[in-house]
């Protein structure tokens, strides 16, 4: 991973200017200017608030803060400058409760809209010495450039329940191969939950429709994903074959896949949130 690419400013100087009371009161009371101590080595946990440009450091350096609605990103792991490579990976895999046998189940890889963001001290930690490099999650800028949230994204995978805008949905199965997803943040007509290939002739849409609905049994942590019908889950397969565009179909190429999708059984109705990690809460519709 290219330590340089992302990250985050914290400013943790101020100055306590001598305060002044003019005659009124008579007299002057003098001050002396001092900085705050440095603010402490961030951990796991704590939520990122701002991102600011690196300038001349080697990283960019982050405002961090508890996680209480309007972060921009959450902190996964924090490591000394010496560790390399980081294992941003681990940390976002661990930080999400994603273990392998959830990542890819019956052969779908699950989706989730997650970036990571690597920073560092800012000038006042850097000033008393502090060297380390921080890995945070945020959902990407191809969602949503400044983007805040409320909520947390730990343990999305272990029976936790993501922020909408790190889930992925589209107006409608044709505006996924067309256009490509949106946040789930936005009303939508269709979620994302997992991609497989589909070139293994021995692949049917049954087949794909059954590992589909346990995969969607996982990810919503629900027995019945479907809501007693409210919601249908199935596999959308398509393959390119050289066209400008997905087409729409199961094929056995070796470019042709499958998405496990979450639509309303209304086609009338749309979804205004995730259902990932829904379990027994009520089915977010816009109403």
Known sequence: MDRRRIGVTVVA????????????????????ATLAPPAPRPAAGQCLLDLSPSGR???????????????????????DISVDPLPCWADLTGYLGLPASVYRVDGW???????????????????????????????????????????????????????????????????LLESGTISCAVPHGLETLGNRSTADEAVTQAVLDADCLALARILTVA????????????????????????????????????????????????????VLGLGGSAVPWVE
């Open 13 to 32: 100087l101020v100055l306590l200017a001598a305060l002044v009371v003019p005659g009124v009161l008579g007299r002057r009371v003098q001050g002396t």
């Open 57 to 79: 450091q080697p990283y960019p350096s982050a405002r961090v803060g508890p996680c209480d609605g309007g972060q921009i990103g959450e902190i996964v792991g924090v490591h």
């Open 223 to 274: 027995d019945d994903p479907t809501r007693g019908g409210q919601l249908e889950i199935r596999a959308l397969a398509y393959g390119f074959g050289g066209a400008d565009r997905p087409e729409q179909g199961l094929t056995h190429s070796r470019n042709s896949l499958a998405t496990c999708v979450v639509t309303p059984a209304d086609p009338g109705r749309r979804l205004g949130g995730t």
């Open 109 to 175: 890889v699950v989706r989730l809209a997650a970036g990571t963001v690597v920073f560092g001290p800012d000038p006042g930690q850097r000033a008393a010495g502090q060297r380390w490099v921080g890995c945070a999650v945020r959902p990407p800028a191809s969602t949503s450039q400044t983007l805040r949230y409320s909520g947390s994204v730990r343990n999305a995978f272990a029976g936790g329940r993501p922020p909408s805008p790190f889930a992925l949905c589209a107006a409608s199965a044709e505006d």
